[in-house]
């Protein structure tokens, strides 16, 4: 099993910053990708970023490109999400999930709110 924890979430006016983190306990050798999706009311959850663990390679999705970041603290267990010049489209629900033997785990989500 796989937990993981979301945190950083709040309200931010338009191209403002907010920083997701996602702290992963229990068994989190092997998972081989992490990353974010994200989930506007009344909309689909839509992916956001992938980081592939073992070689460091990271996607994002075109609506996000060049505006977030995704990095990891080994250490710490701890992946984020540095979200840059935010839109008010970027309003949703912000999920992390793990990959880990072909099986998918997810965090409780937290609440990302751009609005002026």
């Known amino acids: 099993q796989v937990q993981l924890v979301e945190s950083g979430g709040g309200l931010v006016q338009p191209g403002g910053s907010l920083r997701l983190s996602c702290a992963a306990s229990?068994?989190?050798?092997?998972?081989?990708?992490m990353g974010w999706h994200r989930q506007a009311v009344g909309k689909q959850r839509e992916w956001v970023v992938a980081?592939?663990?073992?070689?460091?390679?990271?996607k994002y999705a075109e609506s996000v490109k060049g505006r977030f970041t995704m990095s990891r603290d080994n250490a710490k267990n701890t992946v984020y999400l540095q979200m840059d010049s935010l839109k008010p489209e970027d309003t949703a629900v912000y999920y992390c999930?793990?990959?880990?033997?072909?099986?998918?785990?997810w965090g409780q989500g937290t609440q990302v709110t751009v609005s002026s």
């Open positions: 229990g068994s989190i050798v092997e998972i081989d990708t």
């Open positions: 980081l592939h663990t073992s070689g460091g390679a990271t």
């Open positions: 999930y793990a990959i880990r033997r072909g099986r998918d785990y």
